[in-house]
T-cell receptor
Framework: EDQVTQSPEALRLQEGESSSLNCSYT??????LFWYRQDPGKGPEFLFT???AGEEKEKERLKATLTKKESFLHITAPKPEDSATYLC?????????????FGKGTKLSVIP | DAGVIQSPRHEVTEMGQEVTLRCKPI?????LFWYRQTMMRGLELLIY????????DSGMPEDRFSAKMPNASFSTLKIQPSEPRDSAVYFC????????????FGSGTQLSVL
């Protein structure tokens, strides 16, 4: 069974204080690892897809990296508008590959 | 494009009543998903449609839940009869191709069953 564990559950940062969010996963064969951002009262919004170990993707202050067992979402010099819940999800190869298995998320709060 | 549109945004009902949630996917997307989100279990896939055909409904909790997609621009999720444990946020999502590559979520329906 595919599993995704995100840590920490919640993270408070001062504005400008860089940090990383962790996503550990267990999957029989990885087709893709996804990062989403979810604001209160809204649906998840797509950020990145990573496909193979060693791959990195960047968007503004966010950088996602992938190893064979985990992914990190690095946040550089965060701003209050980066406050949100960040969700990680894995997509397995083979039958049922349309399924995303989500972690429970990390709630990030950036304090001015 | 307006994105994935869900209605209603909030629904409060009493135990035993029928609840119908509605979704309009992004035009041109051929895959549609219904998810449920709770604090305890996170996001869970309920059902997946491809080209309006239900492909996988193994996530539907029980027979009280049913979903339809009569055409490419409309889907419903029905709960009959509703129970307090059904209280959650229900999301509809669509994607451009078979499988998922990139999911676009609606804003969800917050369901409270009293």
């Amino acid at each position: 069974e595919d599993q995704v564990t995100q840590s920490p559950e919640a993270l408070r940062l001062q504005e400008g204080e860089s940090s990383s969010l962790n996503c550990s996963y267990t999957v029989s064969g990885l087709r893709g690892l996804f990062w989403y951002r979810q604001d209160p009262g809204k649906g998840p919004e797509f950020l990145f897809t990573l496909y193979s170990a060693g791959e990195e993707k960047e968007k503004e202050r966010l950088k996602a990296t992938l190893t064979k067992k985990e992914s990190f979402l690095h946040i550089t010099a965060p701003k209050p508008e980066d406050s949100a819940t960040y969700l990680c999800a894995v997509q397995a190869t083979g039958a049922g590959s349309y399924q995303l298995t989500f972690g429970k998320g990390t709630k990030l709060s950036v304090i001015p | 494009d307006a994105g994935v549109i869900q209605s209603p945004r909030h629904e409060v009902t009493e135990m035993g009543q029928e609840v119908t949630l509605r979704c309009k996917p992004i035009s041109g997307h051929n895959s549609l998903f219904w998810y449920r989100q709770t604090m305890m279990r996170g996001l869970e896939l309920l059902i997946y449609f491809n080209n309006n055909v239900p492909i996988d409904d193994s996530g539907m909790p029980e027979d009280r839940f049913s979903a339809k997609m009569p055409n490419a621009s409309f889907s419903t999720l029905k709960i009959q009869p509703s129970e307090p444990r059904d209280s959650a946020v229900y999301f509809c999502a669509s994607s451009l191709r078979d499988g998922i590559e990139k999911l676009f979520f609606g804003s969800g329906t917050q369901l409270s069953v009293l």
